[in-house]
């Protein structure tokens, strides 16, 4: 979802190259219809994404490294809207060699019109061995082919704290669904206010709560019945996801549970709607989002700069202790033609050779055999041993898969209606599902 720019990988290295070169060294195929080539391949590659502050310029430094030694030029492209501006580029017939796509649902939209090329695989192989449990998946189109493999992740399954203040208070990190809301009842029962959440995002109001309604589909269903469900063969209000929405009424409903009361959670920013964990006393004690929080512009520069004092992340827990799904966000690298330098690039930012310089930077890799110790605090070398590399399975943000009228649409207006009291759950659920759009339409 939005400003979820978190993450990147690890270990870069020169072996891609011959890995690359061997992969593609069979016959060539049609523009789109395989994902290998042969010849002397271009000079110049155009790759077009739209990272965020926070990881493009590592990304930048990494692939230049891997351009040098491997004589290409590559021409970085950013993207303001990178859906609008795609879809432009692709409808004028000049699409990037190269684009790093934060939607599955929009690059499959494109594999569907053949503007892509799959991966090999020999490339899905190697990658899968390394991959966390998941990701090959969200990049796997209705074909059943690979296009689209992750550059960078960021990691949405952590609950914040203020270090200090949540260990003065006697608590534990909760394991279970059911220990967060004991927690949070215990908190309550203290006088404190348990809960910061926030959902304020301009246009986009209301996409932090897709957030935690994926976390918990993926905890209450499981991974197989979230993919139906991102998929529209599941309702909102089936009995397999309604739970998940429950869950989170007993919370954001609670008496006294959030930081203002539930009609605040709307009004209240994203970005720095959890830094009232860290005022004196704190204004609440548990904040769920994203990666990105603990970058500039979200907690206090403070907060950032002694990030591994100041906080305490914790896993957001399982529905069954042991069983640890993630959620994700992240940008998926595919390719819009077959040329051979075309296909090695795409290849090497998807690779676990990729990503020293965004590792230093505070970037994740979506490889379970990085580095953890490049990483430049040990609040995200936990995040990342901990959270991602122990997940069970993984998903990325299910709205931004789901059809636009729906993931950017009402799956952000209808619960905005529902927390600020102008319908109840049920209504919220239903028009959720009617706007979904019918098999085939």
């Known amino acids: 979802m939005l400003n979820r720019r978190a993450g990147l990988t690890a270990l870069i290295g020169i072996s891609v190259a011959g890995l690359a070169a061997g992969c593609l060294s069979s016959n060539s195929g049609g523009s789109t219809s395989a994902g290998t080539a042969s010849g002397p391949g271009k000079s110049t590659i155009e790759v077009m994404y739209g990272l965020g502050p926070d990881t493009e310029p590592g990304f930048k430094v990494d692939v230049q490294n891997w351009a040098k030694q491997n004589g290409i030029t590559v021409k970085f492209t950013k993207a303001a809207s990178w859906d609008t501006e795609i879809r432009t580029r692709v409808q004028g017939g000049n699409p990037p060699d190269v684009g790093l796509f934060p939607q599955p649902g929009l690059m499959c939209d494109l594999a569907k019109q053949k503007k892509l090329v799959p991966f090999d695989d020999a490339t899905v192989a190697t990658d899968k061995e390394t991959l966390v449990p998941g990701f090959v998946e969200a990049g796997t189109c209705a074909d059943s082919k690979v296009y689209g493999l992750p550059n960078e992740v960021s990691v949405k399954s952590i609950l914040w704290t203020d270090a200090p203040s949540f260990k003065a208070g006697g608590y534990t990190?909760?394991?279970?669904?059911?220990?967060?809301?004991?927690?949070?009842?215990?908190?309550?029962?203290?006088?404190?206010?348990?809960?910061?959440?926030?959902?304020?995002?301009?246009?986009?109001?209301?996409?932090?709560?897709?957030?935690?309604?994926?976390?918990?589909?993926?905890?209450?269903?499981?991974?197989?019945?979230?993919?139906?469900?991102?998929?529209?063969?599941?309702?909102?209000?089936?009995?397999?996801?309604?739970?998940?929405?429950?869950?989170?009424?007993?919370?954001?409903?609670?008496?006294?549970?959030?930081?203002?009361?539930?009609?605040?959670?709307?009004?209240?920013?994203?970005?720095?709607?959890?830094?009232?964990?860290?005022?004196?006393?704190?204004?609440?004690?548990?904040?769920?989002?994203?990666?990105?929080?603990?970058?500039?512009?979200?907690?206090?520069?403070?907060?950032?700069?002694?990030?591994?004092?100041?906080?305490?992340?914790?896993?957001?827990?399982?529905?069954?202790?042991?069983?640890?799904?993630?959620?994700?966000?992240?940008?998926?690298?595919?390719?819009?033609?077959?040329?051979?330098?075309?296909?090695?690039?795409?290849?090497?930012?998807?690779?676990?050779?990729?990503?020293?310089?965004?590792?230093?930077?505070?970037?994740?890799?979506?490889?379970?055999?990085?580095?953890?110790?490049?990483?430049?605090?040990?609040?995200?070398?936990?995040?990342?041993?901990?959270?991602?590399?122990?997940?069970t399975a993984a998903r990325f943000d299910g709205s931004d898969a789901m059809p636009a009228k729906v993931g950017a649409g009402t799956f952000w207006t209808e619960p905005v209606k529902w927390l600020s009291g102008q319908q109840d759950l049920e209504t919220t659920l239903n028009n959720i599902d009617d706007s979904f759009p019918k098999t085939g339409s």
């Open 173 to 391: 990190a909760p394991k279970t669904l059911d220990e967060l809301l004991t927690l949070t009842q215990n908190i309550k029962s203290q006088g404190k206010v348990p809960w910061c959440i926030a959902a304020e995002s301009g246009a986009a109001t209301g996409w932090p709560i897709t957030d935690w309604i994926e976390d918990l589909v993926l905890r209450f269903a499981g991974p197989d019945n979230y993919d139906k469900w991102v998929k529209g063969e599941l309702k909102f209000n089936s009995p397999e996801i309604k739970p998940a929405w429950d869950y989170f009424q007993k919370i954001a409903f609670g008496d006294g549970y959030v930081r203002g009361g539930t009609k605040s959670i709307v009004a209240t920013n994203f970005q720095t709607g959890g830094n009232a964990l860290f005022t004196k006393p704190p204004g609440c004690y548990l904040f769920k989002q994203a990666t990105f929080v603990a970058n500039k512009g979200g907690f206090p520069d403070s907060v950032i700069a002694n990030l591994d004092t100041e906080t305490m992340p914790l896993p957001f827990p399982a529905k069954t202790e042991g069983d640890n799904p993630v959620l994700v966000g992240g940008d998926l690298a595919a390719a819009f033609n077959n040329d051979p330098n075309t296909l090695k690039l795409r290849n090497f930012i998807a690779s676990k050779e990729n990503g020293t310089q965004q590792a230093k930077n505070g970037a994740f890799s979506p490889h379970k055999t990085a580095d953890v110790s490049l990483l430049p605090n040990k609040t995200l070398q936990t995040i990342a041993s901990d959270v991602l590399y122990k997940a």
